[in-house]
């Protein structure tokens, strides 16, 4: 049986590289799986402890999922805080991962900076808490961005030592899936999740430089195309997105060694919904001066919808909270039932 999980934290500001990377695609697949769409609070706590409303940063990535047009109905949208069993799954797959896994993750490298002894613990094993968010629910797809990508790996090298650890009591309580590993057909209890990584915006990068990712915690607001600018701010950003002073290339190989460049034609591709060479075809050998305008126009009518029914949206905080409380108790009775079957294959005596 398939099914979707993904989840965003309320870490700030919704930005273009999470609507491309991920909101876009939790949409295109609400019709042709079941999905489960996560409010991911408990992972805002790894990098920042204290943040300044929690609660209404929640609300607001809420918000943004229903305005990019994610059914509340026919989807499980909540967040993460709701439904206990998450944190209680990540203890056990602390146990199940190894230190030198999690040392090896490139995002706690990146987050931690220098000062590695003094990250929180949660930054180390928010792999853990991720691979339990997907586990839990025992879903089979996850769509994210590049950035997630070894997390995803991770999630496997979990899911593939639980079964290991515990094959023969899964297949005793008769708790045991069949699925494929490589060329053999194998039984275990969590599936070897995949990852949906597609499409010509997978990793959007920052305005302000070429080589980092556009993230929500970020310090310059500069460097990111919020969901909840206006149509100033996109204009006023792209046109001071960095570039290099050359033109734009006449194929797509030109775009190699030229970050912004690539990052701001992949932009253009993700939000018309064409190739990148369909946006090389068209502006190849123009001057960003010609190119900037048209991206700006482009971005300003893809998003300008989405920001206006945000707006309505997040006027309603009642509806919203709503929305997170049925999706909580939906979500809570399947993380209930999986973990019942956690605790009678560990040996664990709870009931
Ligand atoms: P933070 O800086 O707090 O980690 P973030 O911008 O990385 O924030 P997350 O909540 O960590 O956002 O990630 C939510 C989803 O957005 C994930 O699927 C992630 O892969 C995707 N995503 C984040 N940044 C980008 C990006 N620049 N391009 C494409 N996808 C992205
Ligand atoms: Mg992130």
Redesign the pocket.
Known sequence: KQLVF???????N?????Y????QKFVALQDTYECIYCV?DL??LT?TLVHDDLADQTRG?AAAYLASGLDPKKNIIFNQARVPQHAELAWIFNCVARIGWMNRMT?FKD?AGKDRENASLGLLAYPSLMASDILLYRATH???????KQHLELTRDIAQKFNNDFSKRISALGYGVEMEVGEERVSGFFPLTEPL?EGP??????LRDGTK??????PSDLS?INLSDDADAISRKIRKAKTDPNPLPGDVEGLAGRPEAENLVGIYAALAGVPRDQVISEYGGRQFSDFKPALADLAVEKLAPINAEMRRISADPAYVDGVLRDGGERAGARAEATMKQVHEIIGLLAD
Do not use: C, F, Y
């Open positions: 993904s989840g965003v934290q309320p870490t700030g919704l930005h273009l590289g999470n491309l990377g991920a909101l991911v992972h805002s990098a990535i995002q987050k996850v769509p994210v961005g590049e950035d997630q990584i915006a997978t990793r959007v990068m920052s990712k556009m993230s929500k915690s970020d990111r």
